[in-house]
């Protein structure tokens, strides 16, 4: 490891990034280097410049890909080089698309056809709860405060932890799931049960279904995420209780879901996404 790496990773850990964060931050820097072969220590303004056209000109990356080039690299001129950083980039703007969302029916035809029972389970907390496929690969059975019904999610988005509302009939599956299975550690345990399952398996497994299902719908498994925030809004739930449970840290974040549904009208309450689903759920026990 050199000297300058070393250096980034300890400004990094003083500034409490998370770990996603230095991942990203230290790939952007890396890149840099790899192209022109030399350090970024050697670096002047016009080669970054250059670099930036490059990223947008030639290799297309996207908006978000882009802006974390730009701030990992800017990091590591500000704060770990102590140098004035002069280059600039034209992020591309994001496109603001609507996704094709699912409706509850189409939720239901995607979970029925799931035979394995441990992947059933995997998209039946994500649809109920609205997570994040990272903070759904990531739980822990010591995660799940079934007393209170509430789920941990520890370390989400931006390093924060949170607690999500269990909905009643998520919570009597889950006990059914942990007295077929018993697992350990991790909710859902990799081909090693000391490890948890992978991102990439998560999203083969709602892929399958979902084909299996005759869904045609373009998205992958974010879209469950984004089929919560719609049903519960259409229902009734709060702006800011849904922020709560999104783990939202900008209110813009959840009220663009308000823009994709027409007429809403807001309420003072969410309701159990499962409760309705429940019957075809049994009938594949």
């Known amino acids: ?13 003083l500034r409490g990034f998370a770990a996603r964060t230095h991942e990203s ?13 030399r350090s970024p220590a050697q670096l002047n303004a016009g080669e970054i410049q250059a670099y930036f056209l490059y990223l947008v000109k030639e290799r297309h990356l996207a908006p978000a890909s882009c802006r974390l080039a730009l701030n990992g690299i800017r990091f590591l001129y500000l704060e770990v080089l102590h140098r004035k ?17 699912l409706t509850r029916q189409e939720v239901a035809a995607i979970l029925d056809a799931c035979i394995n029972r441990k992947h059933r389970m995997l998209l039946t907390i994500c649809y109920a709860c609205g997570l994040r496929v990272s903070e759904l690969v990531n739980l822990k059975v010591r995660d799940i405060d079934g007393e209170r019904r509430l789920l941990r999610i520890d370390q989400g988005k931006g390093a924060k932890d949170r607690m999500v509302e269990i909905p009643e009939t998520l919570l009597l599956q889950l006990r059914r799931y942990w007295q077929l299975f018993h697992p350990g550690e991790w909710l859902f345990p990799g081909r090693a ?24 719908k373009v998205g992958g498994i974010h879209s469950l995420r984004h089929a919560y925030a719609t049903h519960q809004l259409v229902a009734g739930m709060p702006i800011t209780t849904l922020q709560h449970q999104m783990g939202h840290r900008d209110i813009h974040s959840t009220l663009r879901y308000v823009h994709w549904i027409p007429n809403y009208r807001g309420g003072d309450s969410g309701t159990d996404l499962l409760a309705d689903l429940e019957v075809d759920h049994e009938q594949k026990e």
């Open 25 to 37: 931050y230290l790939y952007a820097v890396t890149d840099l280097a790899k192209y022109y072969h």
């Open 1 to 13: 490891m050199t000297k300058l790496r070393q250096a980034m990773i300890d400004a990094m850990l």
């Open 85 to 101: 950083f002069e280059a600039k980039m034209q992020v591309p703007k994001r496109p603001q698309r609507i996704p094709e969302l």
């Open 193 to 216: 049960p000391a490890t948890a399952l992978g991102i990439t398996s998560a999203q083969k497994c709602f892929k399958e279904s979902k084909c299996k299902a005759g869904v045609d």
